[in-house]
C-alpha cells in the first residue's frame, strides 16, 4: 500500500471511528449509568436522520435542519424514556433486551409507514460538497471532514461535560455507583431522564450527518447498532473516555479490514471478522474493556 | 331420522356440485409471496402495485375468471417464505403462486409448491435462481423475469462491445453477488482489475472507493442492490470518480427504487436491462402511464415483472377457458402465452426461462425533470440462459 493510499483510508479510519463515537457515547452512559441494554439506539440513529432529510426538504437548509432533527429526536428519546423504559429499569437485561428489540420493529415500522418503504434523498450541504486535495492526487470529499472534525468537536464538548459541570460529575458518580448517587438526594429519574435524552441527540446527530454519505432507509441503524456495541464493550462500559478510544480503533480497524486482505491474497471473510477479533483479543487481555468505568 | 335429513342434505349438495359442468369457472387463486417489511420493502410495495395493475387491466378478472389475490409477506427470510407458501398452497389452496423477490427464499419455497399434489403452478415474479434454469428445472415452474445471471452477462457484453480493457468489479459478499459477478465475466473479455466483495449491508464504501481509485481502472461494474446501492453510487460520485471511471451497473442498482435515494449523482451511470420505462412499445407505455396515474411514481422492473406475470396467467386462462383443471393444458397455455410483454419479445425457452433482449440503458432526466433509464439500444437480442442445456425438460 502506497503512503498515499495509507494516509486516506486513516482519514476514512478516523471519520467511521467519530460516527461510531457519537452512537457509542450515548449507549455506553445509558448502559453504565441507568444499567439498561438499549438495542433501540440504532432506531434513534434512523429516526434522527430521517427527521433530518425531511427538516432539509422542508426548510431548504441542512444547517437548520440539523439542530431541529436533534432537537426532535432528544424529545423522541425522552418519550421512549417515559413511556417504554422507566419501567424496565428494574427487570433483568433480557427482559430489556426483548422490550427493547420490540421497539426496533415498532420504529422500523412506524417510519415505513411515515416515509414510505424506499431510501428518501438526502443531499450533501452545497457549503461542504465538493472535494479538497488534503492528499496530493486524492481529493477528498469536503463533507467527510467535516463530519471528521464535528465528531473531534463533540468529543471535546463531552468531555468537558463530563469532566467539569455538575451534570458531569452526577454522571461519572451514577456511572461508579448508581445507588449510591440516590441515597445522597439526587433526582434519579430526572438525570435518567437526561442522560438519555442526550444519547438520543447524540446519535440523531450522528444519523443526520451520516444521511448524505451513506443512505438514509428503514433498518439503516441495526447494521451501526452492532458495530457500537463493540465499541462500548471494547472501551469499557460507562466510560466516555473508553468510547472514544475504542470508536476510534474500531473504526480505523475495521477500514483497513476491509482493504489490507484483499491486498495480500487473504480471505476478504477477515473483514467481516476483523473488529469481533479485535474485540476478543482485548476481552481476553481486559475483560473490563479498556476503560472500566466500574472498579 | 336425523341421519336421514343429513344424508338428504348430503346429497342435495353433492349433486349440485356435481352437476357444475366442468367448464363452469370457479375462479382462480393466486397467493403472492414478496418482502413487505425490512429495508427491501420497496421491492415488494412494487411488485403487488404492478400486479394489482394488471388484474384491473383485466377488468378484475384474470382470464375472466373471479380472480382471488391472496399477498403474503416472507419478512426476507427464507423460512417465512417457506411457511407462507405452505398455507397458501395447503390451507388457502391457490391454484397459482406468484411473486418472490429473493433467490435463497425462492430454493426455500419451491419444492413446497412444486411438490404439491394438486399440481400448483410457481411463476417467479424476480427470482430467477441458476438451479431453477438447469438440473432442478420443473415443468410447473416459470420465470416471468430472467435467470439470475442474464443482466449481468448483458453488461460484460457491451463492456466488451465498447472496448474496455480493464475493469474493476464489486458486489456484495453473499450467493447472488458471486453469481453476479461470475455471470459479468462470463461475457467481458477485458481483464479484471480485481473482484472486490464486500459485506452484505454495508453502506461505507470509503475505504473500497480508495483503493479502486488507486488502482486506475478503465470502468468499474458493481452489482449492489437496495440501499447498499444508493450508497455506493452517491459515494462514487462524491469522489469525483463519475467523471474519471465510467459506472457500469445493473438494473437492480439503477430502478426506481434506488435513484430517488440517490439523486442526481447518478447522472450519466449506464445500467443493463431487460425493461425500462422509457421503453417504447405500446404495451409499455400503457403500462407506466397507468402505474403513474393509479400509484404516483414511476415503476421499476419488479413492478413490471410482476405485471407481465399477472399477464401471461391472464392469456393462459384465456386459452383454457378459464379452467385450471387440466393441468397439463394450463401449463401448455402458459408456456404459449399470447400476451404483449411491456418488454417487447418474449417467448419461453425449454426450461421455462424468457428468451428476451436485454437493452443498455443510462440515466438522465426526463421531461419532468425526473431521473429515469434512458434508451441506448439493444445488447443482446433473443437471449437465452447458461443453464438450460442441464435442464431435462424439452
Known amino acids: ?295 | 331420522m336425523k341421519y336421514k335429513t343429513l344424508f338428504a342434505a348430503l346429497a342435495l349438495t353433492a349433486s349440485a356440485v356435481l352437476a357444475q359442468p366442468a367448464s363452469a369457472q370457479q375462479g382462480v387463486k393466486i397467493g403472492l409471496i414478496t418482502t413487505q417489511s425490512g429495508p427491501n420493502a420497496g421491492l415488494g410495495r412494487d411488485m403487488v402495485d404492478g400486479f394489482n395493475l394488471a388484474i384491473r387491466h383485466a377488468g378484475g378478472r384474470l382470464g375472466g375468471v373471479p380472480t382471488e389475490l391472496i399477498v403474503g409477506d416472507d419478512q426476507f427470510r427464507p423460512d417465512a417464505g417457506k411457511a407462507l407458501a405452505e398455507r397458501m398452497v395447503q390451507r388457502d389452496r391457490v391454484d397459482i403462486v406468484t411473486g418472490v423477490i429473493f433467490s435463497n427464499i425462492m430454493l426455500a419455497l419451491s419444492d413446497t409448491v412444486l411438490k404439491d399434489r394438486r399440481g400448483v403452478f410457481l411463476v417467479s415474479g424476480n427470482a430467477g435462481p441458476s438451479e431453477l434454469a438447469g438440473k432442478d428445472c420443473n415443468p410447473n415452474f416459470f420465470s416471468a423475469s430472467w435467470q439470475n445471471d442474464n443482466t449481468h452477462e448483458a453488461m460484460g457484453q457491451h463492456m466488451t462491445n465498447a472496448g474496455i480493457k480493464r475493469a474493476y468489479i464489486m458486489a456484495p459478499n453473499y450467493p447472488a453477488g458471486r453469481d453476479a459477478l461470475a455471470g459479468f465475466k462470463r461475457f467481458f473479455k477485458g481483464e479484471v482489475v480485481a473482484e472486490v466483495y464486500t459485506q452484505l449491508g454495508q453502506t461505507d464504501y470509503a475505504a473500497e472507493l480508495a483503493a479502486l481509485r488507486a488502482a486506475r481502472p478503465e470502468a468499474t461494474y458493481i452489482f449492489y442492490p437496495g440501499g447498499m446501492g444508493v450508497a455506493y453510487i452517491r459515494q462514487y460520485a462524491q469522489l469525483g470518480l463519475m467523471q474519471q471511471i465510467p459506472l457500469f451497473a445493473p438494473s437492480f442498482s439503477a430502478d426506481q427504487t434506488i435513484l430517488p435515494g440517490v439523486g442526481d449523482a447518478a447522472i450519466g451511470m449506464f445500467s443493463s436491462t431487460f425493461w425500462s420505462e422509457s421503453l417504447g412499445n405500446p404495451a409499455n407505455e400503457k403500462f407506466v402511464a397507468d402505474f403513474e396515474a393509479a400509484y404516483n411514481r414511476i415503476p421499476s422492473p419488479y413492478a413490471a415483472q410482476s405485471y407481465d406475470a399477472a399477464m401471461m396467467i391472464d392469456a393462459a386462462l384465456k386459452a383454457t377457458g378459464g379452467s385450471l383443471a387440466n393441468k397439463d393444458a394450463f401449463r401448455n397455455a402458459l408456456r404459449t402465452a399470447n400476451f404483449q410483454s411491456v418488454r417487447g419479445p418474449f417467448k419461453f425457452n425449454t426450461n421455462h426461462f424468457p428468451i428476451q433482449n436485454y437493452y443498455l440503458t443510462q440515466i438522465g432526466k426526463d421531461e419532468k425533470g425526473r431521473l429515469v433509464n434512458q434508451m441506448r439500444g439493444i445488447i443482446f437480442s433473443g437471449h437465452a440462459d447458461a443453464y438450460v442445456g442441464a435442464c431435462k425438460m424439452k
Open chain 1, 1 to 295: 500500500m502506497s503512503l498515499l493510499l495509507f494516509l486516506e483510508q486513516t482519514l476514512n479510519g478516523l471519520q467511521l471511528g467519530v460516527t461510531l463515537f457519537l452512537m457509542a457515547a450515548g449507549l455506553t452512559l445509558v448502559f453504565g449509568i441507568m444499567n439498561m441494554v438499549n438495542l433501540a439506539h440504532g432506531s434513534l440513529y434512523m429516526v434522527g436522520a430521517f427527521f433530518a432529510a425531511s427538516f432539509t426538504q422542508w426548510t431548504g437548509s441542512f444547517f437548520l435542519a440539523l439542530p431541529l432533527a436533534i432537537l426532535a429526536t432528544f424529545v423522541v428519546g425522552v418519550l421512549v424514556e417515559a413511556i417504554a423504559l422507566r419501567t424496565l429499569y428494574a427487570r433483568d437485561h433480557l427482559d430489556q433486551v426483548l422490550a427493547t428489540f420490540g421497539l426496533i420493529l415498532f420504529f422500523n415500522e412506524l417510519t415505513k409507514i411515515i416515509w414510505g418503504p424506499i431510501s428518501i434523498f438526502m443531499d450533501v450541504p452545497p457549503l461542504l460538497s465538493g472535494r479538497v486535495e488534503l492528499i496530493a492526487g486524492a481529493p477528498y470529499p469536503i463533507y467527510r471532514l467535516a463530519v471528521l472534525a464535528v465528531g473531534l468537536a463533540v468529543a471535546l464538548g463531552l468531555w468537558w461535560l463530563i469532566a467539569r459541570t455538575r451534570l458531569g460529575m452526577l454522571i461519572r458518580a451514577g456511572a461508579s455507583n448508581r445507588e449510591m448517587v440516590g441515597a445522597l438526594g439526587v433526582d434519579i429519574s430526572r438525570l435518567y431522564m437526561l442522560v438519555f435524552g442526550l444519547g438520543a441527540a447524540l446519535a440523531a446527530l450522528a444519523g443526520a450527518m451520516a444521511g448524505p454519505i451513506y443512505v438514509v432507509e428503514v433498518g439503516m441503524g441495526d447494521a451501526m447498532l452492532i458495530k457500537t456495541f463493540v465499541v462500548i464493550v471494547i472501551g469499557g462500559i460507562g466510560s466516555i473516555r473508553g468510547a472514544f478510544v475504542a470508536a476510534v480503533i474500531v473504526g480505523l480497524v475495521d477500514t483497513f479490514g476491509r482493504i489490507v486482505p484483499a491486498q495480500l491474497g487473504l480471505p476478504t471473510a477477515i473483514a467481516e471478522m476483523a473488529i469481533y477479533i479485535l474485540m476478543a483479543f482485548v476481552l481476553f487481555f481486559k475483560p473490563t474493556g479498556l476503560f472500566a468505568a466500574r472498579a
